[in-house]
Nanobody, 117 residues
C-alpha cells in the first residue's frame, strides 16, 4: 500500500506560478512511477505530467514548456512546478503512483489550484 499526500495548491493570478508537492509513504519511492493529474468541475480527469522511476518525464501537450515534473527520492517526494498558469487550469490536482506510467494504482486526495483572471 502506498499513501500519497499533496500540498502546495492555492490561489494564484493568471501568469503566476505554483509548485505542488506529493509525498509518499508505504513503499520504496524510488521504484514507483509517479504522475500528476487534474480535474476541473464537470470535467474528466486529465493527465498532466509523469515521471518514471528512472527519471524519464512525460507531459500533456497543453503544459509542455510551462510545467516541470521532478522527483527527490531522498525525500520520497515528487514535484510539479507550474509556470504561466492560466484560468482554465483551475482544478483539483492529484498525484498518483504505480509500477509504471501506464498504470497508476495509488492516488492522493488532491489539492485545489485556482487561477484567477
Amino acid at each position: 500500500q502506498v499513501q500519497l499526500e499533496e500540498s502546495g495548491g492555492g490561489l494564484v493570478q493568471a501568469g503566476g506560478s505554483l509548485r505542488l508537492s506529493c509525498t509518499t509513504s508505504g513503499r520504496t519511492f524510488s521504484s514507483l512511477a509517479m504522475g500528476w493529474f487534474r480535474q476541473a468541475p464537470g470535467e474528466k480527469r486529465e493527465f498532466v505530467a509523469g515521471i518514471s522511476w528512472f527519471g524519464r518525464t512525460y507531459y500533456a501537450d497543453s503544459v509542455k514548456g510551462r510545467f516541470t515534473i521532478s522527483r527527490d527520492n531522498a525525500k520520497n517526494t515528487v514535484y510539479l512546478q507550474m509556470n504561466r498558469l492560466k484560468p482554465e487550469e483551475t482544478a483539483v490536482y492529484s498525484c498518483a503512483a504505480g509500477a509504471d506510467n501506464l498504470s497508476y494504482r495509488y492516488w492522493g486526495q488532491g489539492t485545489q489550484v485556482t487561477v484567477s483572471s
